[in-house]
């Protein structure tokens, strides 16, 4: 069964910190991977997308791939008492269902 | 423009009841997922359409649990016989021709069955 793991926190950063979260995946030939926002009692929201190995940044987001490794990371810089929510880490791996992980509750402390 | 939009938001079942929920998707967005949240859980896929063809059921949890998307739009969950376990959050999502797999979730719909 493919697996999608993730710690499920909280991580507790203060305002301006970088907040690192990490994903890890049990399939090997995952192709395509997200990052999803959800504030509590809110549904899931696209913030990244990351199909191949190295760094992709989108403003204050940096994803990162290690297909080697089979892991996945997303860097929060400067983090806002606003960033604070569960981050869902989804993983495609061809011809099966999107996989979510159980998420990582992020809190950012002002 | 309009976002995926669900209802009813919120259901209250008693157990035995049948339920249908109904999702409207981003306007040309081909692909139609629906997913079950549970508290605390990453969501759990369901079922996929593509146009009107319901491509992977896979994930239905039991007989009692039936979609559709008769004109390749609207989609419907309906759950027959409600149990306590159906009660969830029931995600719908949709995504563009060519990024199939970036979705976007509509508000949920949370069911909760008494």
């Known amino acids: 069964q493919k697996e999608v793991e993730q710690n499920s926190g909280p991580l507790s950063v203060p305002e301006g910190a970088i907040a690192s979260l990490n994903c890890t995946y049990s399939?090997?030939?995952?192709?395509?991977f997200f990052w999803y926002r959800q504030y509590s009692g809110k549904s899931p929201e696209l913030i990244m997308s990351i199909y191949s190995n190295g760094d992709k940044e989108d403003g204050r987001f940096t994803a990162q791939l290690n297909k080697a490794s089979q892991y996945v990371s997303l860097l929060i810089r400067d983090s806002q008492p606003s960033d604070s929510a569960t981050y869902l880490c989804a993983v495609y791996s061809g011809n099966t269902p999107l996989v979510f992980g159980k998420g990582t509750r992020l809190s950012v402390i002002a | 423009g309009a976002g995926v939009s669900q209802s009813p938001r919120y259901k209250v079942a008693k157990r035995g009841q049948d339920v249908a929920l109904r999702c409207d998707p981003i306007s040309g967005h081909v692909s139609l997922f629906w997913y079950q949240q549970a508290l605390g859980q990453g969501p759990e896929f369901l079922t996929y359409f593509q146009n009107e063809a319901q491509l992977d059921k896979s994930g239905l949890p039991s007989d009692r649990f039936f979609a559709e998307r008769p004109e390749g739009s609207v989609s419907t969950l309906k759950i027959q016989r409600t149990q306590q376990e159906d009660s969830a959050v029931y995600l719908c999502?949709?995504?563009?021709?060519?990024?199939?797999?970036?979705?976007?979730f509509g508000p949920g719909t949370r069911l909760t069955v008494t």
């Open positions: 999502a949709s995504s563009a021709p060519g990024a199939t797999y970036e979705q976007y």
């Open positions: 399939d090997r030939v995952s192709q395509s």
